[in-house]
T-cell receptor, first 111, second 113 residues
Framework: SQQGEEDPQALSIQEGENATMNCSYK?????LQWYRQNSGRGLVHLIL???NEREKHSGRLRVTLDTSKKSSSLLITASRAADTASYFC???????????WGLGTSLAVNP | DVKVTQSSRYLVKRTGEKVFLECVQD?????MFWYRQDPGLGLRLIYF???????EKGDIPEGYSVSREKKERFSLILESASTNQTSMYLC????????????FGAGTRLSVL
């Protein structure tokens, strides 16, 4: 399967701590994206990293990409209760219009 | 801001009914997508469309059809709803081929009884 796989499946931390979640995939990619989904809602795009990039930042988010290991990580620094959500990685191989989705990491940030 | 609007947040239908889920986007996006999301299975692509009147099957098209008569509107049709189609349905739109960032609606939680 080309499906991305997030690790861990679930993560529980205290407010102020950093949260790291990982994504592994099996195919060559054009880009990799991370999305957030609050409970029972639609997904929101967070950040896109291209295959020729190694690191990208957006506010408290830092994404790294290692194409040799076919893996990416999302770091959320100084987490807040509002960061409680599910986080999905998705890969785009660039050969069609479809994204390949992982199953997500469920993050709980406790006040 | 991009807005993708799904016609219903919650829907309850009976087995055998014909069900229409509507999705409208306001950003002139070429691409539109229908997914279903189930616990433990993640997002699965049902159908997508890259132009008016164009459609392509996704990974799980069986039991579904779609319609895109106007660029801004993409409809998902369950011809004869079954209980195994109880799920969260998510519509998304996006542009381009090189990035493929998708913008999602809030979702429709469909229960088929």
């Amino acid at each position: 399967s080309q499906q991305g796989e997030e690790d861990p499946q679930a993560l529980s931390i205290q407010e102020g701590e950093n949260a790291t979640m990982n994504c592994s995939y099996k195919t060559s990619i054009n880009n990799l994206q991370w999305y957030r989904q609050n409970s029972g809602r639609g997904l929101v795009h967070l950040i896109l990293i291209r295959s020729n990039e190694r690191e990208k930042h957006s506010g408290r988010l830092r994404v790294t990409l290692d194409t040799s290991k076919k893996s990416s990580s999302l770091l959320i620094t100084a987490s807040r209760a509002a960061d409680t959500a599910s986080y999905f990685c998705t890969i785009y191989a660039g050969n069609n219009r479809k994204l390949i989705w992982g199953l997500g990491t469920s993050l709980a940030v406790n006040p | 801001d991009v807005k993708v609007t799904q016609s219903s947040r919650y829907l309850v239908k009976r087995t055998g009914e014909k069900v229409f889920l509507e999705c409208v986007q306001d950003m002139d996006h070429e691409n539109m997508f229908w997914y279903r999301q189930d616990p433990g299975l993640g997002l699965r692509l049902i159908y997508f469309s890259y132009d008016v009147k164009m459609k392509e099957k996704g990974d799980i098209p069986e039991g579904y059809s779609v319609s895109r008569e106007k660029k801004e509107r993409f409809s998902l049709i369950l011809e004869s709803a079954s209980t195994n189609q109880t799920s969260m349905y998510l519509c998304a739109s996006g542009i381009g081929f090189s990035k493929n960032i998708q913008y999602f609606g809030a979702g429709t939680r469909l229960s088929v009884l």
